[in-house]
């Protein structure tokens, strides 16, 4: 949007906001700033660049009952609404249904059944429902709903979600209006953006002499590949470098399998290796390798397999994102990266097992994965991690009763909410137990 805008397209603009109370600080600043702030990117080589953006118009704070966030959504001038919430922000099955055993989804149905929207922390569900019965309400005309999580096939998942949601709602008008009314293409959205890090502040200030109190820090590495699918209109995006595509389908799927799963593959190890960062874990030989080897002896062979060819140079692709993550200056965290576990092993790590099971293949490579988050699970379990574990997903009681059982690796792999109709099968569970003695001499070592 603000390349768009530095390039005479001011039509469209940006307004914020966020569903839950826990980013109130950055909102506020970011308000007194009129939505201004500095964006660093940081190459591999190490250039360090700065860049004042101005494309948000509009901060919205955060009030319990959101009214504010409700009416921008449903003007007529809002013609995407766009959304990431994280992939454990999403409560759905094996089976891409609401899980209606997450209290969150509970809670926010209830209030939707009369009509309203939870007053503290809603679901993207509930505020999303909020927001299409008041612009029905307003005839305000259709809108996209614009998924940017890490979610495969993100815009169907959550549009599926969505509908059964106003369908469990009692909503039958909303439900009818939705559908025809809205879309919801799938995104493929590509850059590391770690958590602020404290000196960023004071580092932006000597750099462009803005004492900018929420700026954010990036590699320089993008893309975006978004399916042209809008309702309503949408910005040139692809003047700006934006791929629109027909089908986001085999990048989503190298970027789930390739980078997210063996991004998380090194903050599990890192983790157990006592490494801060991401950097240190993929500078690590053997972590490097064992990323390297589940990429290259399973991801692979399941992405580029017969009649699914790839349109991406996958082992470029591996060797770019291991390049990416071994950047020292991105400085992303193996906390935030190692977070919600009990989402990605289900998202990013059982379909290859499932894929490779199906055809006889080996997964001793990819068993590494689970193993190694089983034994982060062990070290939370035991209160032994250095950093606090954050997991929506994680039933707390599933997650003691796995650590506690007499076999760990049998109770993680038999968890079906983990590993779906895979769950309990031999040749999985063979190879965690085979994976985690190899991360046991991790840990030993370390
Ligand atoms: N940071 C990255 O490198 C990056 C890059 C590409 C895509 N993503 C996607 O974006 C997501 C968010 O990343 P981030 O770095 O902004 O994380 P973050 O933790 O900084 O922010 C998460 C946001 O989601 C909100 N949230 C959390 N759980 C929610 C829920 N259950 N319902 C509604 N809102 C909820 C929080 O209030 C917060 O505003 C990731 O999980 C991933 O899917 C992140
Ligand atoms: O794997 C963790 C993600 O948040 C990752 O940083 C992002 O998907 C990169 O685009």
Redesign the pocket.
């Known amino acids: 949007m603000q390349a768009l805008r530095g390039a005479g397209d001011v039509q469209w603009s940006l307004a914020g906001a966020n569903l839950r109370p826990d980013m109130t600080d950055v909102l506020t600043a970011l308000r007194a700033q009129e939505g201004a702030y500095t964006l660093e990117t940081v190459s591999p080589a190490g250039e360090y660049r700065y860049e004042r953006i101005d494309a948000i118009q509009e901060v919205l704070s955060y009030v319990p009952g959101q009214t504010a966030t409700v009416a921008r959504g449903a003007d007529p001038a809002t013609r995407i609404i766009s959304f990431t919430v994280t992939e454990a922000g999403y409560y759905l099955n094996h089976e891409h249904q609401l899980d209606l055993s997450y209290p969150d989804l509970v809670v926010d149905l209830e209030c939707a059944r009369r009509g309203q929207l939870r007053a503290e922390g809603s679901t993207i569900y509930g505020a999303m429902t909020a927001i299409l019965r008041a612009r029905m309400a307003a005839k305000a005309g259709p809108v996209t709903l614009l998924n940017c999580d ?1 979610l495969r096939h993100n815009g169907e998942r959550f549009r599926a979600g969505l509908l059964e949601f106003i369908e469990y709602a009692g909503d039958a008008p909303l439900l009818a209006w939705t559908k025809a009314n809205t879309v919801s293409p799938n995104t493929m ?5 770690p958590r602020p890090p404290a000196d960023l502040r004071g580092r932006v200030r000597h750099a462009t002499g803005w004492d900018d109190t929420v700026p954010v820090t990036a590699e320089s590495f993008i893309q975006w590949v978004i399916e042209d699918d809008f309702i309503a209109g949408r910005p040139a995006w692809e003047r700006v470098g934006v791929e629109l595509v027909q089908s986001v389908q085999p990048y989503e799927e190298a ?1 789930i399998r390739i ?2 799963a063996s ?2 593959c090194i903050a599990w190890a890192g983790t157990l290796c006592g490494l801060q960062y991401i950097h240190e874990g993929v500078r690590t030989p053997v972590i490097r390798q064992m990323a390297y080897d589940y990429v290259t002896n399973d991801a692979i062979p399941c992405l580029s397999q017969a009649g699914n060819a790839s349109p991406i140079d996958l082992p470029a692709y591996r060797d770019v994102v291991l390049e990416r993550f071994s950047n020292p200056a991105i400085r ?1 965290t193996n906390q ?2 190692a977070a919600d576990g009990f989402s990605k092993i289900p998202g990013f790590i059982a379909p290859t097992i499932r894929e490779r099971l199906a055809v006889h293949a080996n997964i001793d490579s990819v068993a590494m994965l689970p193993a190694l988050f089983l034994a982060v699970l062990q070290r939370w379990h035991a209160g032994q991690l250095s950093y606090t574990y954050q997991d929506q997903s994680m039933n707390p009681v599933v997650a003691h009763a796995i650590c506690a059982a007499a076999d760990p690796v049998e109770a993680l792999c038999a968890d079906r909410i983990l590993w779906g109709d895979i769950a309990g099968d031999a040749r999985l569970t063979g190879a965690v137990r085979r994976a985690a003695r190899q991360v046991a001499q991790l840990q030993a070592v370390a």
């Open positions: 890490n959205v590509d850059r590391i953006t970027k980078l997210n991004h998380s992303d935030r990266v």
